[in-house]
């Protein structure tokens, strides 16, 4: 099992709808979620992070946790082309080793 | 505009030159970081620094050799690379290292590393 699975898509969304992105992970114990947009050829931006069980909202992104089932989940409301990029999911374990885990990233394209 | 700052944005070198990779960072971050990332893949990790001393090193090649000066400056040395090297390379810093369990990482905009 991969440390952090996401469904590489490309995941198709009208314009102005919601836009569903989730992450799920295999350590149990991990502790610290981010959420990162990376436009290609550009380099991954942070845009979310989350630590608790729970949503946690930010502009039109809300970010959501659900540790027990061991998946973090980031929705973007009224969906714009300019969200078109790849996001990708990034864990920290509870091994407290320096490392961040990243998925693969899922591909987002906003249908105008 | 990003806060970790990268030199040179593009750098293309033959198989036989020596170059650098510069990345500086003025957040008082204390972990510092090199990725690989090729096309359609995710950031690949290759060293963290954790208070200026190398805490991991991914089994990298030793035609990549890295360097902390101080805690805002991190070097990649780039020696006798191959045309598989090329890549974007990604300086990252946080304020805590992951072992500290909450900061995420902030990257620079990248070198885009071409080796012929």
Known sequence: QKEVEQNSGPLSVPEGAIASLNCTYSDRGSQSFFWYRQYSGKSPELIMSIYSNGDKEDGRFTAQLNKASQYVSLLIRDSQPSDSATYLCAVIRMNRDDKIIFGKGTRLHILP | ?116
């Open chain 2, 1 to 116: 505009d990003t806060e970790v700052t990268q030199t040179p944005k593009h750098l293309v070198m033959g198989m036989t030159n020596k170059k650098s990779l510069k990345c500086e960072q003025h957040m008082g971050h204390r972990a510092m970081y090199w990725y690989k990332q090729k096309a359609k893949k995710p950031p690949e990790l290759m060293f963290v620094y954790s208070y200026e001393k190398l805490s991991i090193n991914e089994s990298v090649p030793s035609r990549f050799s890295p360097e902390c000066p101080n805690s805002s400056l991190l070097n990649l040395h780039l020696h006798a690379l191959q045309p598989e090297d090329s890549a974007l390379y990604l300086c990252a810093s946080s304020q805590d290292t992951p072992g500290q369990g909450w900061s995420p990482l902030h990257f620079g905009n990248g070198t885009r590393l071409t080796v012929t």
